[in-house]
Structures are given as structure tokens and as C-alpha cells.
């Protein structure tokens, strides 16, 4: 079974962001049968063109239509392409692949039959690269889904190069969420050592502005204002929270660094020694490993007494980070993956890390816990194993299989679902995942100390 891939991931790496541009590129090579690789499952959102990091704004191209007889005019009427074979059999690839493998038969209602007449006519009257990948995203978009997506090759690259295991970018170091209805960034986490963390920002504080300006336009779009040339100085106002605004001057540079796994030791009301890991995304390889080495860390100077795992911005990746992660607090079977009456187990190994199968375990969620982030948060619930507080997710758990044609293009595809293993009449995706014990707290209102969701989770384990 194919590796899945998730939605819609709401963090923003300010530093590390990579715009998927409209491009195109020359198909040079034929499209036969798609590989199907089992790679990150990453999130996805209606509308795809407002999801600020996957997947790409559509090409600003022709809609795959007919086009209209052109009307006289004395200005040279440039010629069409030439039909390409190439197109029509990756098109016909294409649709092939959903036709056989997509989730819903119905098509979520959607004639497929009749797209697929559509656009064979359509390619065949000759279309540019930049038309034809533009076309092949709205085809995949009318599926209605919102979680299936086309990428061309000059996309999928970079997709490829932004999971790399580490990020390479110029800008301030933090990870965000943007908040378009407030006109503000929301710090999530800062990068050691990053010209944020050097300025003096920290996790919670709100960014207002840029250089003046608003972050977002009039439609409520993000605009990249954090990203620059290395060595250019922004001003940035930034708030955190109970404190007046201040200005920051912040040089932007090129950051490496992995993505980090925030975490510290609380002494609960009642004495205990109770970790706190922030697990922003699993959508990098190697942060189960990151994971393993903060517990280690937690527990050097004397075991946990418990621990507090906050999923609140927990993007969601690849299944096997998540599969990892999880298996340093259950082991055995924790569900299955189905998808059109097939189902395959899914099983944790059970690895202990200082104690970790076995101490009390509290997991946060809130509507920014997506794809992993939910199923992972779903099954301590659901094996019993975590006692889950903040608020309910917004059930966005369809898995997608990644299909890699042979010009280098990649279709992100709906194909299954998690079934939990003690309760499978659950379906996480419409109903998302509750909290036990629902708390309200916005990030960037409270801090690390103040925060109720926090708060409530030291409470839950010292009553224990």
C-alpha cells in the first residue's frame, strides 16, 4: 500500500518557506505507468490557492476549456502548439490512475467519464506545458476533495528538496501560523540560533507588521514579507502577549538547521516532574528521532513523572515518523488503513525511551492539528493510552497516495482512511477528533506560564 500524504498544514516556516511558482517544463520523456512512492503525508486544504505552504496556487493559465474562435484583428495571430503525444498519454495516465484508485466511486459526483472526454479533446488541439499542468491541477481540483492535488515537475522538485531533512532558507528563523482574521503571524517555535532568536523573539509573540506593513493583502492572503536577500534589515513589530508592541530590527540570513522539537520539565502543584514536547510537524525525516532524543534529554537528571505532548500545530507528514513516534508510547496493534473494503493493520513496535510506554500521558489538539498530527492524538485516545484536552480538530485524516510520472509531474490522490482499532465506527473525517476535556486558549494571548490548555494538562496529571 502506497505511503499516504496529508492536508492542509496552517504553519508557516518563515524562513524555510518555498513558494511552489507557477513554472512549466518541456516534457521530454514518455509517461508511462506512475510510480507510487510512500512519502510524506502532508496537509492540504480548501481553498488550495489560501493553504500558505502546500499545495500550489494554480497556474495562472488558460482553464482547460475549449477556446473560442479568435475574432479578426490585424494584430499576427501566434499559432498553436502542435498536438503532443506526450501530453495526451500522460493525461490518459492520469486519469487511469484516479479512475482505478481514488476513494470515493462516485466521484464525489463527479462525471469522470465525461472529464475524460473533455480534456482528450481538449489536449489534442495542441496546448503549452504551462496550459497543460495548469489544465491537469483543475482536474484533480473538480474532484471536490480538496485533499487530491496535481504538482508539475518543476513543483514536485521542489517539494522534494524542502523534505530534505533540513531547512536552507533566508529569513528570520520561526515557524508560524498565520492568522488572516487578526492580520497577524502567530510564532509557533523560534530555530536556535536564527536572527529571531538573536532579536529577542519567542514562541507566542505576535508579528503585526513588517517594514509597516500589513502581512496580509485585502483579500487576506499572506504576503511574504519575511523573506528577502540575505543581509537586507527588516523592522518588525512584535507583541507578546500581555506587553505593549515593540520594533525589532532583524537581518535576514540563510538558516540551517533541523526543524526543532521544543521541550522542557515542569514542576507540577504537586512536585512531579512532567515533560512538555511540542511536536510541530511530521512532515521532516528524522523528527520521530528528534523526538526519542528530547524524551532521553527530559529524563537525564531523574525519570518522568509524566508527559505533556502538544499536537495544537502538529502539521502532520509522513506516516512513518508518525508510526515511530508513536511507538515510544504504545506497542502493537493501533488500527488499520483501509481503503475501498481493504484494510491493512497498522502496528506500533513499542520502543521505551526513559520510561516512555509506560508514564501517564496528556496530548493537546486544537483545529491547527492536522492529518498525523490527528491520527497519531486519535489513537493514544482510542488505545486509552492519553487523556486528550484543547479543542476538537477538524477531521482532515484521508490519507493520499503520491503518484510520480515518469516527466517528473506527481498526483497527491485521496485513496483511504484510518480506521481506529477500539472504537472503528469513529470517522475522524467528518467528525474530527475530540478533546476529553475541551479548553480554549489562543496562542498568541497567553504565554508558556499562562497558558490554560497547559494549565489544565499539569492538573489532569497530578489528579492522577
Not at 283 to 295: F, H, K, R, T
Request: charged residues 15%; contains cysteine; hydrophobic residues 40%.
Amino acid at each position: 500500500m502506497p505511503l499516504p500524504v496529508f492536508k492542509k498544514p496552517c504553519l508557516v516556516l518563515l524562513l524555510a518557506l518555498i513558494l511552489l511558482a507557477p513554472a512549466c517544463s518541456t516534457l521530454t520523456t514518455t509517461a508511462d505507468t506512475p510510480t507510487r512512492t510512500n512519502v510524506p503525508l502532508l496537509p492540504s486544504a480548501a481553498p488550495l490557492s489560501a493553504s500558505p505552504s502546500l499545495p500550489p496556487p494554480p497556474l495562472e493559465t488558460v482553464a482547460p476549456t475549449l477556446p473560442p474562435s479568435p475574432a479578426p484583428s490585424a494584430t499576427p495571430v501566434i499559432p498553436p502548439p502542435a498536438p503532443s503525444p506526450l501530453q495526451a498519454q500522460l493525461w490518459e495516465e492520469l486519469w487511469r490512475t484516479v479512475n482505478d484508485n481514488y476513494l470515493y466511486p462516485d466521484f464525489n459526483g463527479l462525471d469522470w467519464n465525461a472529464v475524460h472526454a473533455e480534456l482528450t479533446q481538449w489536449v489534442a488541439l495542441g496546448q503549452t506545458d504551462e496550459q497543460f499542468y495548469q489544465a491537469m491541477y483543475d482536474a484533480i481540483l473538480r474532484l471536490g476533495d480538496h485533499h487530491s492535488t496535481f504538482f508539475s515537475p518543476v513543483q514536485a522538485k521542489k517539494m522534494d528538496e524542502q523534505y530534505s531533512g533540513q531547512y536552507d532558507y533566508v529569513g528570520i528563523g520561526v515557524l508560524h501560523t498565520p492568522m488572516p482574521e487578526r492580520k497577524l503571524f502567530s510564532v509557533v517555535l523560534v530555530f536556535p540560533g536564527s536572527p529571531a532568536e538573536q532579536a529577542g523573539i519567542q514562541p507566542h509573540d505576535a508579528i503585526l507588521s513588517v517594514d509597516g506593513q500589513s502581512l496580509f493583502d485585502e483579500q487576506g492572503n499572506r504576503l511574504n514579507l519575511l523573506r528577502g536577500p540575505a543581509g537586507t534589515t527588516i523592522q518588525v513589530t512584535v507583541q507578546t502577549p500581555g506587553q505593549p508592541p515593540r520594533q525589532l530590527t532583524v537581518t535576514r540570513q540563510s538558516v540551517e538547521a533541523d526543524m526543532p522539537t521544543p521541550h522542557q520539565v515542569y514542576t507540577s502543584p504537586a512536585g512531579q516532574r512532567i515533560g512538555y514536547l511540542l511536536i510541530p510537524t511530521f512532515n521532516e525525516g528524522g523528527i520521530s528521532a528528534q523526538v526519542g532524543m528530547a524524551l532521553s534529554e527530559m529524563s537525564e537528571s531523574a525519570p518522568l513523572d509524566g508527559l505533556i505532548v502538544d499536537n495544537r500545530h502538529n502539521t502532520g507528514g509522513a506516516s512513518q515518523e508518525m508510526l515511530n513516534t508513536l511507538s515510544y508510547f504504545v506497542s502493537g496493534p493501533a488500527g488499520s488503513f483501509v481503503n475501498k473494503g481493504l484494510q491493512e493493520p497498522v502496528s506500533a513496535n513499542g520502543v521505551d525511551v526513559a520510561g516512555s510506554q509506560n508514564f501517564p500521558l496528556v496530548v493537546l489538539i486544537g483545529p491547527d492539528t492536522v492529518s498525523f498530527g490527528e491520527i497519531i492524538s486519535g489513537i493514544l485516545q482510542d488505545l486509552g493510552r492519553a487523556y486528550l484536552i484543547g479543542q476538537p480538530t477538524r477531521g482532515n485524516v484521508e490519507l493520499l497516495s503520491i503518484y510520480n510520472f515518469q516527466d517528473g509531474s506527481r498526483l497527491w490522490l485521496a485513496t483511504g482512511a484510518f480506521r481506529p482499532l477500539n472504537h472503528p465506527e469513529r470517522v475522524w473525517e467528518k467528525s474530527g477528533v475530540q478533546p476529553d476535556l475541551t479548553v480554549v486558549s489562543l496562542w498568541d494571548q497567553v504565554t508558556q506560564v499562562s497558558d490554560p490548555v497547559i494549565q489544565a494538562a499539569l492538573q489532569r496529571l497530578d489528579a492522577r
